[in-house]
């Protein structure tokens, strides 16, 4: 059984690019989450996405945007790159209520030049 | 807004002594999550406590939860080389709707 997937994993863009990130959940599940984990900091939440809507949202701005397909899979982007977005992005996925916890990918680790 | 503390962010410790990590969250909360990190690798989940009271064992590690003090513990026991790494304590909802909110993490180093 696959767990979480991410890709890439590794990720080299300029300031003002674009940039999507790709994330397959575990199988049977069917909520996907975004986070941004810093170097040396705790992952901070960006977004979830069920049942292909965005159910919550993090303190981020409009420049990061998301998509979830009818697969459960989950793109995460975003637009006009800042040196500050530098940093490992991480797709965690659950099902429902029944999941007590939070499986996570691998993630993509994104550097801004 | 719901925020979550950890105490202390940076621990060195010797090999075979006992220490414990704390974690305090502002708000009302249905579950608590405590992840291990490897330097460059994902989030490992190592418990995830439900209720007041709530107490779990896993090896030298033990965590539980104090709900009305909005407060768990990482109990760590007779420490080995192999459990450094960064531990983070996290808090949520039942509905899995509801985002999970890390603390900051603490960095665990045990020195032989």
């Known amino acids: 059984d696959a767990g979480v997937t991410q890709s890439p994993t590794h990720l080299i863009k300029t300031r003002g690019q674009q940039v999507t990130l790709r994330c397959s959940p575990k199988s049977g599940h069917d909520t996907v989450s975004w986070y941004q984990q810093a170097l040396g900091q705790g992952p901070q939440f960006i977004f979830q996405y069920y049942e292909e809507e965005e159910r919550q949202r993090g303190n981020f701005p409009d420049r990061f945007s998301g998509h979830q397909f009818p697969n459960y899979s989950s793109e995460l982007n975003v637009n006009a790159l800042l040196l500050g977005d530098s940093a490992l992005y991480l797709c965690?996925?659950?099902?429902?209520?029944?999941?007590?916890?939070?499986?996570f990918g691998s993630g993509t680790q994104l550097s801004v030049l | 807004e719901l925020k979550v503390e950890q105490n202390p962010l940076f621990l060195s410790m010797q090999e075979g002594k006992n220490y414990t990590i704390y974690c305090n969250y502002s708000t009302t909360s249905d579950r608590l999550y405590w992840y291990r990190q490897d330097p460059g690798k994902s989030l490992e989940s190592l418990f995830v406590l439900l209720s007041n009271g709530a107490v779990k064992q896993e090896g030298r590690l033990m965590a539980s939860l104090d709900t009305k003090a909005r407060l768990s513990t990482l109990h760590i026991t007779a420490a080995v080389h192999d459990l450094s790494a960064t531990y983070f304590c996290?808090?949520?909802?039942?509905?899995?709707?509801?985002?999970?909110?890390f603390g900051p993490g603490t960095s665990l180093s045990v020195i032989p």
């Open positions: 996290a808090v949520g909802r039942k509905t899995s709707y509801d985002k999970v909110i």
């Open positions: 965690a996925s659950s099902f429902g209520t029944v999941d007590e916890k939070l499986f």
